[in-house]
């Protein structure tokens, strides 16, 4: 699977948009942009997930550039139980395969009233 | 929305010990996932279950086991505990159709939260 790069922290103020940046200049045709965030010691929620075309949901938003090397989650309206470790993860189709999810260093989230 | 269950919640064992956790996963769910967290660092992928057959296979020592049953519940099992085993294990259910691995997402349970000492 292809590598991601986050920054690894990002201060956000209550009320505006978190924009949350992901590199992932290695990925193939066939990867798709996945998006979890844990908020602190819970299991990681899935929030959005994408292949080239932009997608939203009553989550967050998800933009992915046209070479598809790199994409940002947005969440509109951040309130304070935003605040969570976000990852970016990159993940291939393949058929049987486990389809397990690879998690790497994510951007910690603060927003702050 | 009925969750993934695990248990149990919190688990305190000594070094040597051996400790068991269960996962229950979202009705209908075929495939089981096993992650740790240390203090401090990102989930790492153990093991995965699909149909009640090991699917896939990480970062997981030998001293530690898994299966999934009949009834898709699986259990972790852990031997000779070390002080580095503690952590938090998260099991993750998902459903895929018979024979392809189609992208599901993956619903996380609420972890167990073991402790060796």
């Known amino acids: 699977d292809a590598k991601t790069t986050q920054p690894p922290s990002m201060d956000c103020a209550e009320g505006r948009a978190a924009n949350l940046p992901c590199n992932h200049s290695?990925?193939?045709?066939?990867?798709?942009v996945y998006w979890y965030r844990q908020i602190h010691s819970q299991g990681p929620q899935y929030i959005i997930h994408?292949?080239?075309n932009n997608e939203t949901n009553e989550m967050a938003s998800l933009i992915i550039t046209e070479d598809r090397k790199s994409s940002t989650l947005i969440l509109p309206h951040a309130t304070l139980r935003d605040t969570a470790v976000y990852y970016c993860?990159?993940?291939?189709?393949?058929?049987?395969?486990?389809?397990?999810?690879?998690f790497g260093q994510g951007t910690e989230l603060s927003v702050k009233p | 929305a009925a969750g993934v269950i695990q248990s149990p919640r919190h688990l305190i064992k000594e070094k040597r010990e051996t400790a068991t956790l269960k996962c229950y996963p979202i009705?209908?769910?075929?495939?089981v996932y096993w992650y740790q967290q240390g203090p401090g660092q990102d989930p790492q992928f153990l093991i995965s279950?699909?149909?009640?057959?090991?699917?896939d296979k990480g970062s997981i020592p030998d001293r530690f086991s898994a299966q999934q049953f009949s009834d898709y519940h699986s259990e972790l099992n852990m031997s000779s505990l070390e002080l580095g085993d503690s952590a938090l294990y998260f099991c993750?259910?998902?459903?895929?159709?018979?024979?392809?691995?189609?992208?599901?997402?993956?619903?996380f349970g609420p972890g167990t939260r073991l402790t060796v000492t």
């Open positions: 009705p209908r769910h075929d495939t």
């Open positions: 993750a259910s998902s459903f895929h159709q018979t024979g392809r691995f189609l992208l599901r997402e993956l619903y």
């Open positions: 994408g292949l080239k």
């Open positions: 993860i990159v993940r291939e189709l393949l058929y049987n395969q486990g389809g397990k999810l690879i």
């Open positions: 279950f699909y149909e009640k057959m090991q699917s």
């Open positions: 290695t990925i193939s045709g066939n990867e798709y």
